[in-house]
């Protein structure tokens, strides 16, 4: 009996250990421990026995029939770890196939750039202004300090609109400068995006319609060298240059006194280049502290506040920033330029 | 305007000054130099050669054979077709290899069988003017073999390269508010102050002159404030010596005969403009008028104009001679015979002259000046300087008569006052009163005392108080210009800054932009704020009222557009000419002319523009694939992110753009914002527009969000839902229903129907077909009903439908049990 026990034991552990799917296991498992398998067989020989062996062919049985399940689990277990490991392995994965594409829409250049600026000098106190872009005469020149006869007018090629010529699409955003100090009590900083017009022949430099920055700070006891720290501490951060120098050198715009133009130390070379036209130097905005007659026809007394206001472009900003060749770009809502960015 | 450096050393000792540190300097203290370069650089690559002898060429009358001596020792053989070339003389030569302006490289050749190494230069060869009548013949004394511009006298610049003279080249719009700087004398000035050097005296006195009659003058017209005439005789009209017509090439100017090169001279040295007549051409006397409207007369340039009464005449009696600042006329032109001349030196009219001359398109370097307000003592200073010229270059000049000084004019030369305090306060920097008056007094102002300790009386001369100086801060620009702004030191803003109001508009316009610009996939376009006329007809909008502009960039571009959909819209076909679909957004302004805004000027809109272009979808496709639907989805997804809201949809009601499909659209508003203007609206494009802009083939909607109308909903707050604890349960209901009735009713009823259960209710199905009969649509929806206290059983189910069907049923729709 206990030979047969062993057989039994034997061949089953053998068939076990070759099994190599689950499908192997389970024909051991029928052929051994199911209804009309090998233990059930012995089991329903034991009324046939003498008395005396019933006991231990039953205990027998039983001992087989456990061992064999044992054997099982261990086996499946094995199974399982060995497929986990099967699947941990690198076969048929190809690390360049292209993930699902997600497709996306894009933010006008100008805008990801204009962003860029408004955050810079928001986190530096100012106020983010918008002014009408048909705007009046009245504020786009008289009250800057611009006379009638003022060369300024013709210089900077206006657009003039119906309605008696009152009207003029805004050469600039500084007419915004005007309208911030009737709105705000100083001291305040302002910058003011905006579209900005000049009847210009369209060229790769040069459109009739570009976007300008503004800016605008008074209070009292401001000088040139707060326009100077100002400029170059919000230069650096526009341009993502930490050593970014800045030089003032006299220039003349009428709502200024004294005005001047703020170069930067060109940030795409160490000696000159074509961007700088080899001087190291880029022409970058137009600033200087507000003349009195601006102040006073914002309703602010020279006497007691003074202010600097600067203006720079957008568009040749990113331009340089992202080298763009041609100014039209911006305007024309090409997919195959919009999608660039 | 280009400067002469050479020339500039007529005023100034230029000793230790290179050209690239007054080019640096001025760009610094005074104004842009755009570019520094050096004058004719060919003179550094010819060289001096001496005419060793000339013979006729043997087979050529008109060619000389000469040996050039270039100082090496051995004669060059060169062929010269020149006829003023001539033994003895030294000229410039172009040696083989060397290469001359425009790509011109000298080669060994053969003219008529002989051999000629080299060739013997005109002006024009080396870039020098247009004279090319004959070969430029050197002053005697240079040193043979040497390069032209070395034994000229050569100056040497940036990288040590030595030419002749320098062109220091200042961007004009930087001198807009200087018309002192529009001469050598002016420039030599701020050089000086800057480097506090001494300014060379000039005579600027009229020699005396004989007590003849002064020539008659009479002005009629308030554009000329001063006419100064000196009659002039015995001028022989020559050649200009070589460093005169070098100094007008340096200076722009093309050098022609004596007395044209004086007249300019003097203009590029005080800035101040001036005119010679042909004294025997005037008659009776100069009358300075208005033209009438409709006169004519012919310019130096030969060119009739038709005049009006906004131009300036110069006139001999009643016969015009010239256009006021502008250009001579014909009649009166100096030509070689004259010796009887008239000198006229005169203050203009700013603004009259720059409308002359650009109406004209007859720009120059005179009226360039007289548009800057020039200074009103210059005419009497300029007349003597012109004679006192004329006589340095050897000229015998009689003046018969005193010069005439005709006018009405006031010396604007003024005194400021200038506190020290307001420099040191505007600039920031460190500055005694004292100091101060100093650094004025480099710049040539005068400086006294003033009211007290801390005061100057600043005496600004005429040539800077025209336009320029008027005001205390205009001397604080003064100084800091004059100490550098490099020496200004930085400071922080100490002010205290306030928290910043929320502006809504632009939260909202960023919010919007990121939302289209990402999930909807929308590309963020910038157009044109004109509205072509040609897109306005195409778009049936051609005759809404506009802002115009009067004078447009070009014809069609008046209008300035009222929204900023029809700008999108027209920039569709090409898009899509590229690929299948296009989906675009602007956020811009548009104007209307009918409405005021805050000061007066057109009110101002600000929209969210969307247009989607795709393929027409398939028969099979869902109902809701279609453009219109999909961008109807895009507006209600907008408005939920940035403001948390429902949009209601309705048909729109009155007057439509014509662009807007006049059956299928719709408008959408804030429920609990009542009755006040739309947020939003979307259509289809009118069938007609989308013929007109070639977009037939495809499926066109658009729509617009008004930007400040959404910002002005406020933003819902949201309370915490209890997390539902009880499973829901999803019923599919199907109405079937006559076309009038609307989905929002049906889908109201189907809720209430719900007596508070329904969670979700969503539109899957909508169906028109045959089988349904003309003028029916089948509707169905997914419900999720959903208890807060319970599980839902069927028979919850069940009383549900049975109410939907009797709601339906009193809308005269049908409930649709399969
Ligand atoms: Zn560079």
């Known amino acids: 009996m206990n030979v047969d026990l062993d057989d039994h034991l034997e061949e089953a552990r053998r068939r076990i250990a070759e099994a190599a799917d689950e499908a192997a296991l389970r024909a051991v498992e029928r052929a051994y421990v199911d209804k009309g398998?090998?233990?059930a067989e012995m089991l329903a020989s034991i009324?046939?026995?003498p008395p005396e062996d019933r006991k231990a062919v039953g205990v027998n049985a039983n001992r087989l029939k456990t061992a064999i399940q044992e054997a099982l689990e261990a086996r499946r277990s094995e199974l399982a770890d060995a497929e986990l490991e099967a699947r941990r392995g690198a076969r048929g994965f190809d690390p360049t196939v292209p993930g699902t594409p997600q497709r996306r829409g894009s933010l006008h250049p100008l805008t990801q750039l204009q962003r860029h600026v408004e955050d810079v000098f928001t986190s530096m106190g100012y106020l983010v202004l918008d002014g009408p872009e048909v705007e009046l005469d009245e504020y786009n020149f008289q009250k800057l300090n611009i006379p009638a006869d003022h060369p300024a007018r013709e210089m900077q090629d206006t657009f003039w609109c119906d309605r008696d010529q009152h009207l003029v699409l805004r050469t600039h955003t500084?007419?915004?400068?005007?309208?911030?100090?009737?709105?705000?009590?100083?001291?305040?900083?302002?910058?003011?995006?905006?579209?900005?017009?000049?009847n210009e022949e369209l060229d790769a430099t040069h459109s009739h319609t570009f976007h300008q920055v503004e800016g605008l700070c008074v209070a009292e006891g401001v000088a040139v060298g707060h326009l100077v720290m100002t400029l170059r501490t919000a230069l650096r951060e526009v341009l993502m240059k930490d050593d970014l120098d800045v030089r003032l050198r006299p220039g003349y715009f009428p709502f200024v006194e004294p005005g001047f133009e703020l170069d930067v130390r060109c940030p795409f070379c160490a000696d000159g280049c074509r961007i700088c036209k080899h001087t190291t130097w880029i022409e970058f905005c137009g600033c200087g502290m507000v003349h009195p007659n601006v102040l006073r026809a914002g309703g602010i007394d020279p006497e007691r506040f003074s202010g600097f206001a600067f203006g720079f472009g957008l568009?040749?900003?990113?331009?340089?920033?992202?080298?763009?060749?041609?100014?039209r770009h911006f305007l024309e809502a090409d997919l195959r330029f919009l999608e660039q960015f | 305007m280009d400067v002469s450096y050479r020339w500039l050393q007529r005023h100034v000792d230029l000793e230790g000054v290179s050209p690239g540190d007054l080019a640096r300097e001025l760009t610094l203290h005074t104004a842009e130099v755009e570019d520094l370069r050096p004058f004719a650089p060919a003179l550094g690559t010819v060289v001096v050669g001496h005419v060793v002898s000339r013979e006729r060429h043997p087979d050529a009358d008109k060619l000389s054979l000469c040996r050039v001596d270039v100082g090496n020792g051995d004669p060059l053989q060169i062929v010269c077709g020149a006829p003023n070339v001539d033994a003895?003389?030294?000229?410039?030569?172009?040696?083989?290899?060397?290469?001359?302006?425009?790509?011109?490289?000298?080669?060994?050749?053969k003219i008529r069988g002989v051999e000629s190494r080299g060739m013997i230069c005109s002006e024009r060869e080396l870039g020098l003017g247009e004279e090319h009548d004959g070969i430029w013949v050197l002053p005697e004394g240079l040193s043979v073999g040497a390069p032209v511009a070395e034994a000229l006298g050569s100056i040497e610049g940036p990288g040590g390269v030595r030419a002749l003279d320098w062109i220091v080249e200042i961007d004009n719009k930087s001198l807009t508010h200087r018309p002192d700087l529009w001469g050598h004398r002016g420039i030599a000035a701020e050089v000086a102050a800057i480097r506090g050097l001494p300014l060379k005296p000039l005579d600027l006195e009229l020699p005396p002159t004989g007590d003849g009659a002064p020539f008659p003058v009479r002005i009629e017209t308030a554009g000329c404030s001063r006419y100064v005439a000196l009659p002039i005789e015995g001028v022989q009209v020559t050649r200009s010596p070589d460093w005169l017509r070098m100094l007008l090439l340096a200076a722009g100017q093309r050098p022609l005969d004596l007395l044209v090169d004086v007249s300019n001279f003097v203009m590029l040295d005080l800035g101040q403009p001036n005119h010679l007549f042909d004294g025997e051409a005037l008659r009776s006397g100069i009358v300075v008028r208005d033209?009438?409207?409709?006169?004519?007369?012919?310019?130096?340039?030969?060119?009739?104009?038709?005049?009006?009464p906004e131009d300036m005449l110069i006139c001999d009696g009643d016969e015009p001679v010239a256009l006021a600042?502008?250009?001579?006329?014909?009649?009166?032109?100096?030509?070689?015979?004259?010796?009887?001349?008239?000198?006229?030196?005169?203050?203009?009219?700013?603004?009259?002259?720059?409308?002359?001359?650009?109406?004209?398109?007859?720009?120059?370097?005179?009226?360039?000046?007289f548009e800057k307000h020039l200074d009103p003592t210059l005419p009497g200073k300029a007349a003597a300087h012109l004679v006192n010229f004329l006589r340095e270059l050897g000229q015998d000049v009689r003046l018969p008569a005193p010069p005439t000084d005709a006018g009405d004019w006031t010396d604007p030369a003024r005194t400021v006052r200038l506190r020290g305090a307001r420099v040191r306060s505007l600039l920031g920097v460190e500055l005694s009163t004292a100091e101060i008056g100093a650094l004025l007094e480099r710049l040539h102002f005068g400086v006294a005392p003033g009211a007290d300790a801390d005061e100057l009386?600043?005496?600004?001369?005429?040539?800077?108080?025209?336009?320029?100086?008027?005001?205390?801060?205009?001397?604080?620009?003064?100084?800091?210009?004059?100490?550098?702004?490099?020496?200004?030191?930085?400071?922080?803003?100490?002010?205290?800054?306030?928290?910043?109001?929320?502006?809504?508009?632009?939260?909202?316009?960023?919010?919007?932009?990121?939302?289209?610009?990402?999930?909807?996939?929308?590309?963020?376009?910038?157009?044109?704020?004109?509205?072509?006329?040609?897109?306005?007809?195409?778009?049936?909008?051609?005759?809404?009222?506009?802002?115009?502009?009067?004078?447009?960039?070009?014809?069609?571009?008046?209008r300035v557009r009222r929204g900023v959909v029809p700008s999108l819209l027209g920039r569709l076909e090409t898009n899509l000419r590229e690929r299948p679909e296009v989906r675009l957004f602007e956020i811009g302004k548009g104007y209307r002319p009918e409405v005021e805004g805050d000061r007066g000027q057109p009110a101002e809109v600000h929209e969210v523009a969307l247009v989607l272009a795709a393929p027409r979808p398939g028969p099979g496709a869902r109902f809701d694939a279609g453009a219109q639907a999909r961008l109807t989805g895009v507006v209600d997804d907008v408005v939920r992110t940035v403001r948390r809201r429902e949009l209601t949809w309705s048909r729109a009601e009155g007057p439509l753009p014509g662009w807007a499909h006049p059956g299928r659209t719709a408008v959408g508003a804030v429920a609990e914002a009542g009755e006040g203007p739309p947020v939003a609206l979307v259509t289809e494009l009118d069938p007609v527009a989308a013929r007109r802009l070639g977009l037939e083939e495809h499926d066109v909607a658009a729509a617009w969000i008004a930007v400040d109308a959404l910002a002005a909903v406020p933003i819902p707050r949201s309370w915490f839902q209890p997390l539902p604890r009880f499973p829901g349960v999803k019923v599919d209901v199907a109405l079937e229903c006559p076309e009038e009735l609307a989905h929002a009713e049906l889908a109201a009823a189907v809720e209430k129907a719900g007596k508070g259960l329904v969670r979700e209710l969503e539109l899957f199905d909508l169906y028109r077909g045959e089988n349904l009969g003309a003028g029916r649509k089948s509707l169905a929806y997914h419900v999720l009903l959903q208890a807060a206290d319970r599980t839902l059983t069927d028979k919850d189910c069940a009383r549900f439908l049975d109410r939907v069907e009797r709601a339906a049923g009193d809308l005269g729709a049908r409930l649709r049990r399969e």
């Open chain 1, 174 to 198: 500084s007419p915004v400068q005007i309208r911030a100090m009737e709105q705000l009590e100083p001291p305040f900083r302002t910058i003011v995006p905006g579209r900005v017009f000049r």
């Open chain 2, 325 to 369: 600042g502008v250009m001579g006329g014909e009649g009166s032109k100096v030509n070689p015979g004259t010796h009887r001349l008239l000198l006229e030196v005169a203050s203009f009219h700013p603004v009259t002259v720059r409308r002359t001359a650009s109406r004209l398109g007859l720009r120059s370097s005179a009226s360039a000046r």
């Open chain 2, 291 to 308: 033209a009438r409207p409709g006169e004519r007369m012919t310019t130096l340039d030969g060119t009739e104009r038709e005049l009006g």
């Open chain 1, 37 to 39: 398998g090998v233990v």
């Open chain 2, 88 to 109: 003895r003389q030294n000229v410039a030569v172009a040696t083989v290899g060397a290469v001359l302006p425009g790509d011109f490289k000298i080669k060994k050749s």
């Open chain 1, 47 to 49: 009324p046939g026995l």
């Open chain 1, 315 to 327: 568009d040749r900003l990113a331009m340089m920033w992202a080298a763009i060749d041609d100014v």
């Open chain 2, 457 to 558: 009386a600043v005496s600004i001369p005429s040539a800077r108080a025209t336009k320029d100086l008027s005001i205390e801060e205009d001397l604080v620009e003064e100084v800091g210009r004059l100490i550098g702004y490099d020496r200004i030191p930085e400071q922080a803003l100490t002010d205290a800054v306030h928290p910043m109001a929320r502006d809504e508009r632009r939260v909202l316009v960023r919010r919007v932009q990121d939302r289209l610009s990402g999930g909807a996939r929308f590309h963020e376009a910038r157009t044109h704020t004109f509205l072509p006329a040609e897109l306005a007809a195409a778009l049936g909008v051609a005759d809404e009222p506009y802002v115009r502009v009067v004078n447009p960039a070009s014809e069609g571009l008046e």
